[in-house]
């Protein structure tokens, strides 16, 4: 058996799989009350205890930033932990939770292995042409400044799910696949190996949020440090789509559009757009498209986003483009099986 568990600011995930992948049991809850995070998640974990009494030896954690120290499925051990906690400023949407996760989880399970998969894990051999930023050397190795990209876990799973779907092997085809939910992200795939990814040191880069900007100019930056502006914030939680319209979830966005609410239709036609420039660009880098993906609430969720996206989009008339439902916790679980199997 093999519980996994996927925290994130505001939700909490776990599901349960049999030895052979199969799903036993799921959870989501939402969180609205970070405070709250704690006890909520405590008594989730003791409900996984109590409704399975058959032994289990391994929890799955997703991680989301591992830094580049970080990147293959790990035992987690105290040593790792402090380690890890020092990548939570750059993501701060994320990593505290999955710490938490991992800390509440070891102390309801003290004799369970605790396993981290890192989001980060699929980009680890993205060519230095795409990860490499245009700054003094000097800097890149002392703050350890490169692209490391994000939800990797999903862009991955999607993608092999796609080579299925359409029935061709998976490392004979060129996909780009699009994550879009509260972060967003795109990733160009050749041959098995992700080549490029919108996501950089953080997951504040590359397309427009929900409530974080994407692509910035840095001047922007600078201007608001002169202000001593609390940047954290700004950026994290109150740009993308809240930033433009008011509204941080997409179902009242598309509510709010069809009523002809300006801000609404305008925050809807920059995020597509955005899509569409990372979409031709990644069509370029790859030599053409096989497969276009579309996961993620909003990427899977909404067909009416996938075809504002699409429109006019002429170069992928001969590219298939399909709608698959992420599953991050399978994906774990997967490769946790895997680390298993090895040893």
């Known amino acids: 058996m093999i519980p ?3 925290c994130g600011s505001q939700s909490i995930k776990w599901k349960i799989f049999d030895g052979d992948l199969r799903l036993l ?40 930033h591992g830094g580049e120290k970080f990147r293959e499925p790990i035992k987690i051990t105290n040593k790792i932990l402090k380690e890890l906690k020092k990548f939570n400023s750059l993501a701060p949407l994320h990593n505290p939770f999955n710490i ?30 795409a990860f490499i930023y245009a700054l003094p050397e000097k800097l890149t190795k002392k703050y350890g400044f490169r692209r490391f990209g994000f939800h990797g876990i999903s862009h991955e799973y999607v993608a092999r799910k796609a080579a299925k779907k359409i029935g061709k092997p998976y490392k004979k085809l060129k996909i780009i696949t699009c994550h879009l939910g509260g972060g967003s992200s795109i990733t160009a795939i050749k041959f098995g190996k992700a080549v490029d990814t919108s996501m950089g040191f953080t997951p504040m ?3 427009i949020m929900m409530t974080r900007p994407g692509d910035i100019d840095p001047g922007i930056i600078l201007e608001m440090v002169k202000d001593k502006l609390p940047l954290e914030n700004i950026l994290n939680y109150q740009s993308g789509i809240k ?26 036609e920059i995020f597509c757009y955005r899509l569409q420039k990372y979409i031709g660009a990644y069509f370029a880098v790859l030599g053409g498209c096989d497969v276009l993906v579309f996961t993620g609430m909003i990427g ?15 170069i992928l008339k001969n590219t298939k483009i399909l709608a698959i439902e992420t599953d991050e916790e399978l994906a774990i679980a997967e490769k946790i099986k895997s680390m298993i199997k090895l040893k």
């Open 4 to 6: 996994v568990l996927n």
């Open 25 to 64: 049991r799921e959870r989501k809850i939402e969180v609205k009350n970070q405070k709250d995070f704690k006890e909520i998640l405590a008594k989730e974990l003791k409900q996984i205890e109590s409704h399975y009494r058959e032994p289990f030896s391994i929890v799955g954690h997703r991680v989301v």
């Open 100 to 129: 938490l996760g991992i800390e509440i989880a070891q102390k309801i399970f003290p004799k369970v292995k605790q396993i981290a998969v890192f989001d980060t894990g699929f980009f680890k051999d993205l060519p230095k042409k």
């Open 205 to 207: 880069e590359g397309l």
């Open 243 to 268: 930033g433009i319209c008011g509204l941080s979830d997409m179902k009242s966005v598309l509510k709010s559009a069809a009523r002809n609410k300006k801000e609404a239709k305008l925050a809807l």
């Open 300 to 314: 899977f969720g909404s067909k009416k986003i996938r075809d504002m996206i699409c429109k006019d989009l002429d």
